[in-house]
């Protein structure tokens, strides 16, 4: 189910550390809202609000609704600042997009079909995740919440990597516009060690081999 979240923001008038500090304890929280060809604003935020949001992982890949002033933004999450050891924030970045204009970011990749992987239910293998997102370009109105990869026909020592990836239409891995030496591996199935090793120790040695 597709998310809308929607922040609700006002006009930053102090600065400084000791503003930002008071602004915390009365429960808001700091943050920028800049590109988009205008001037940087800086806002304050619900602390608590976005907080919430954050639980959520689609609001990490998501375009935004910024009410700031009467005016209606579109942005993306680009920085979160938190505490050192509290459970709370410190800042946050918000990147206003154009409709026009491509945007990098970075995407949840959703593994599916782990239960039935040929590698594991017929092989015994182990899945092992090398990537949880990766980052894609595209316009903000074909952003995807996230990657869907489908492992059921992936067998034990099979690899899918970034290639191998169902992109949505007009949608691009920003690693493999670099080129080929950046098709990373995704996801993997590999023989448990024990099994591994077990399996090497019984093979018969080699017509001509010399034993030491």
């Known amino acids: 189910m597709s998310l809308d979240f929607v922040i609700e923001a006002e006009p930053r008038l102090e600065q400084g550390s000791s503003a930002s500090r008071r602004l915390r304890r009365a429960g808001k929280l700091p943050g920028i809202l800049?590109?988009?060809?205008?001037?940087?604003?800086?806002?304050?935020?619900?602390?608590?609000?976005?907080?919430?949001?954050?639980?959520h992982d689609a609001f990490y890949s998501h375009i935004l609704t910024v009410n700031l002033s009467g005016k209606t933004e579109r942005a993306i999450?680009?920085?979160?600042q938190r505490h050192p050891f509290k459970p709370t924030l410190v800042h946050v970045d918000l990147l206003r997009v154009s409709a026009d204009e491509a945007i990098r970011v970075h995407v949840p990749l959703h593994f599916v079909n782990e239960e039935?992987?040929?590698?594991v239910k017929t092989g015994g293998g182990m899945i092992n995740r090398q990537l949880t997102e990766v980052e894609v370009e595209c316009l903000p109105a074909n952003l995807p919440e996230s990657i869907v990869v489908d492992v059921a026909e992936l067998g034990v020592g099979e690899t899918l990597h970034l290639s191998d990836l169902a992109l949505p239409e007009r949608v691009s891995v920003v690693a493999l516009v670099q080129g080929g030496d950046h098709d990373t591996a995704v996801v993997s199935v590999l023989m448990p060690r024990g099994e591994k090793a077990a399996s090497d120790e019984g093979e018969e040695p080699e017509p001509g081999a010399e034993s030491v």
Request: charged share 25%; glycine share 10%.
């Open 34 to 55: 800049y590109g988009g060809h205008e001037d940087p604003v800086t806002i304050t935020l619900d602390h608590n609000a976005i907080l919430q949001n954050l639980k």
């Open 77 to 80: 999450l680009r920085d979160v």
């Open 116 to 119: 039935i992987c040929k590698g």
